[in-house]
């Protein structure tokens, strides 16, 4: 199984100001068909998660642009230019490249 | 507007069995690959198992393969989560997930194994 790494478990952040999540793969998450897997998630207490990006940079309708994400091979982050109070919960990270599909441990925001 | 159902959770015995069930709208159903995905109180996200549109492919995590079956039935858009021999450590939300790389998600339906 592909371990998916997030190295933060908790993120403190300040509202306004930026805040990066990063994931590691074991392995490279480059697909035989050329695409790339990585897709992020976010789940507010007590709510579905809910996918934010796919495909490493690809951002979901409806989702802010203030959401971003970037990498190659096996590092990718997710970016939020300036945190608001509503992006608080836990991110998560998932691969789907290779069978199973594999999530990281989860890195939770709070506001400072 | 994608909707996503579950249903069939409770509370059962080690050992005994569920059915859960998951109503689909809004989208082609059967064109696409549809997933269980379970967290613990408290835990993360696990992947539990896949199944294409026309079932020809279904994967499971190795450790419930031997006891959970997914199945699907594109005439009426439901995907099913049949779990035998229930542990304790199976309590988890249950949620059904679609759409390409997990675009969509239902709200959950909880599942607790205790006697």
């Known amino acids: 199984d592909v371990v998916m790494t997030q190295s933060a478990l908790s993120l403190p952040v300040t509202l306004g100001q930026p805040a990066s999540i990063s994931c590691r793969s074991a392995?490279?998450?480059?697909?035989?068909?050329?695409?790339?897997?990585l897709n992020w998630f976010h789940q507010r207490p007590g709510q579905s998660p809910r996918r934010l990006i796919y495909k490493v940079s690809n951002r979901d309708s409806g989702v802010p642009d203030r959401f971003s994400g970037s990498g190659t091979g096996t590092d990718f982050t997710l970016k939020i230019n300036r945190v608001e109070a509503e992006d608080v919960g836990v991110y998560y990270c998932?691969?789907?490249?290779?069978?199973?599909?594999?999530f990281g441990q989860g890195t939770r925001l709070e506001i400072k | 507007e994608v909707q996503l159902v579950e249903s069939g959770g409770g509370l059962v015995k080690p050992g005994g069995s569920l059915r859960l069930s998951c109503a689909a709208s809004?989208?082609?159903?059967?064109?696409?690959?549809m997933n269980w995905v379970r967290q613990a109180p408290g835990k993360g996200l696990e992947w539990v198992s896949s199944i294409t549109g026309n079932s020809t492919y279904i994967y499971y995590a190795d450790s419930l393969k031997a006891r959970f079956t997914v199945s699907r039935d594109n005439a009426k858009n439901s995907l099913y989560l049949q779990m035998n021999s229930l542990r304790a450590e199976d309590t988890s939300v249950y949620y059904c997930?679609?759409?390409?790389?997990?675009?969509?998600w239902g709200q959950g339906t909880l599942v607790t194994v205790s006697s």
């Open positions: 997930a679609g759409g390409n790389q997990i675009r969509f």
């Open positions: 392995q490279s998450l480059v697909h035989s068909d050329g695409n790339t897997y």
């Open positions: 998932m691969q789907g490249t290779h069978w199973p599909i594999t």
């Open positions: 809004g989208f082609t159903f059967s064109s696409y690959t």
